[in-house]
């Protein structure tokens, strides 16, 4: 049996499918969640222990006596300012360290996992543990871009790309030529919500969502899941285009589905 | 005297700070103010007439009749679907050629104005009728950045000058070396009162406006006003930054009365 893998919970279900998937192997979890971050409902039926996001210094005491020697990061951290975070005295060396302020959000992540690496436990990737839940090449439903679409898609594939390289977000909403709105700290479901608003008459508007280049894959990709479809459609969006190989699908069929219900195509695409 | 200046009225104060400096000059105007755009009570008391933004044909008519061959453009124009548009023929003329889709704000505005100046107007910049409005270098009112939010200050210009390269917007919100939003086609307003709930605690963030590298100076400078200072002050933000030299200030004793009355910085700073 594998040892006891230690889920760092944050938001959303996706620590719910590494729990998921970390029963169907019959191997035991332990769940250490962020306070005011995980859902409680998500962290319930397993192993757990509730920790402040800034208490780093009790958050590996907790792992330690666990037996946790292998980690991942499931569910988004929403990025909190030094006076919200708290820092124990742990958390407060590590940040003199690295300098908070002179990091974006990847190398932060970056600087987390090296330090927990430097602490002895191994930290491994959320797609080594859901393998099947990245996006694949081509269309999850019976929905395809059209030209037009396609046009959209490649223009926010542009703008995406220099928004990742800066460090500033993932996705970018593209209507007919026009980039309706950029994603930074807000996070893609206020993205698409504003750009409901912000739509022209006509053919309806493409998200595009990949990856920062370079980014660090065991802390963050990026992340869809019917929710987001639902939100995409009742924004007025025709389609979504997310990077092949890169975006973690939370419930690939149930996406297809709410696609194919709503009428609007989700595209996995090859980013050079 | 001076030919009959052409106003081209936008939305805002601006159409209205041509009309003084023109009346000041004793230089007749007639103000050809766009519907659902123009502020009626901005052109009220000139010579002007209403157009819908797509009727190019009636426009050219409207201003040939009037005596106009100087040309400015004032005031900012949000940019419409073709549909919403409903081009004349003269306008649909204009896009077949352009092709609307392939082109950026800047594009499509370097590409009126060269379709004006080919129907024998003369296209003048805002800033030749009013260039005590071009922020200076250096700080407007009596607070001016500390070094931290200098640190945010530089952050927000690679980020802003990465945006203007793709056309995309020209503000960006910085808190703590934070990106909390960046500017697309909801304008600068909208993006700052988003930030007002997305920002952490502790010190405010800061608001970096440039122009486009490349962008048409005759058409869409970027502009600041004193209700820009008054919302940022109501959204946290601990001051606001301008390209000197290339941003319109609308009314800057009142944007230095803001400033000071909300105890924030408005700054003009040089863009390599």
Redesign the interface.
């Known amino acids: 049996m594998a040892a006891r893998l230690g889920i760092l919970a944050g938001a959303g279900e996706l620590p719910l499918r590494v729990i998921e998937a970390a029963r169907a192997l019959s191997r035991p979890v332990f769940v250490l969640a962020f306070e005011g971050i995980a859902d409680p409902a998500v962290v319930a039926g397993s192993a757990h222990a509730w920790v402040r996001l800034g208490a780093a210094g009790e958050g590996m005491r907790l792992l330690r006596e666990a037996g946790v020697e292998e980690l991942v990061m499931a569910g988004s951290v929403r990025?909190?300012?030094?006076?919200?975070l708290r820092p124990d005295w742990r958390a407060a060396k590590f940040f003199a360290r690295v300098g908070?302020?002179?990091?974006?959000d990847d190398g932060l992540l970056g600087a987390v996992i090296k330090e927990l690496e430097g602490e002895g436990f191994r930290i491994v990737s959320l797609e080594s543990l859901l393998p099947q839940t990245l996006a694949p090449e081509g269309a999850l439903g019976a929905h395809v871009p059209d030209a037009e679409a396609q046009?959209d898609i490649a223009r926010g594939l542009?703008?995406a790309r220099?928004?990742g390289?800066?460090d500033?977000?993932q996705s970018?909403v593209v209507q007919?030529?026009?980039?309706?709105?950029?994603?930074?700290?807000?996070g893609t479901d206020?993205l698409i919500a504003?750009c409901a608003t912000?739509k022209?008459?006509?053919r309806g508007g493409v998200l595009v969502k990949i990856a920062k280049p370079g980014q660090e894959r065991r802390a963050d990709l990026p992340t869809i899941g019917p929710r987001t479809v639902a939100a995409a459609a009742a924004a007025g969006l025709c389609g979504i285009a997310v990077e092949a190989g890169s975006t973690l699908l939370v419930d690939r069929a149930a996406i297809a589905a709410a696609a194919d219900a709503a009428g609007i195509f989700v595209v996995g695409i090859a980013v050079p």
Chains 1, 2 share one sequence.
């Open positions: 990025r909190p300012s030094i006076a919200g908070l302020k002179a990091l974006g046009t542009e703008v220099a928004l390289a800066l500033i977000g970018v007919q030529g026009m980039v309706l709105g950029v994603e930074a700290i807000e206020a504003r912000l022209r008459e006509g």
